[in-house]
């Protein structure tokens, strides 16, 4: 994927929006009118750090949710030092990035702080842990039962 340059960016983000005519209409808007627009979006969502509850997860881990849509989740994992997540298969893509700490995922790769992981969809994770703790931004399938790997596999919680 091809990002604009800075100079497109710039030129968009200018100092003044309302210097351009409007593609619709050929005239543009009063200055301010447009801030004024954006900043009455009521559609975002902002979730504070101190907002939002830490519930249980698996022994541990503890899970902040910020957002749920459409089977999808964004959430907020907490592992204390030592802790682990079980083995666990993906029913869709799952986005990681690591807030702090590392995390281990099986025997090989580890993640320090500011890694990106993605698990595609229908992949299987191999147990993750945190000798040091880590805090992990999440975003995929809402997590259940089903997706953990039985015991018998070497998952499951322990």
């Known amino acids: 994927m091809k990002l ?10 200018g100092p003044d929006l309302s210097a351009d005519a409007s593609p619709v209409t050929g005239r543009c808007p009063p200055p301010g009118v447009i801030d004024r627009v954006a900043d009455a ?13 830490w519930q249980p997860f698996v022994p541990g881990v503890a899970i902040k949710v910020l957002d749920e849509r459409e089977e999808v989740l964004s959430y907020l ?20 990035l690591v807030l702090a700490g590392s995390l281990r995922i099986g025997s090989g790769v580890v993640l320090e702080q500011g890694a990106f992981h993605l698990a595609r969809r229908g992949s299987l994770h191999a147990r993750m842990t945190s000798d040091s703790g880590a805090t992990l931004y999440v975003r995929g399938a809402v997590p259940e039962l089903i997706d953990l790997v039985d015991r018998r596999f070497g998952g499951g919680a322990r």
């Open 77 to 96: 994992l907490r592992l204390a030092p030592g802790a682990a997540l079980p083995m666990h298969a993906h029913r869709m893509d799952e986005e990681c």
């Open 4 to 13: 604009p340059s800075s100079s497109v960016w710039a030129e968009f983000a």
């Open 41 to 53: 979006e009521t559609s975002h969502l902002t979730v504070q750090p101190d907002e939002g509850q």
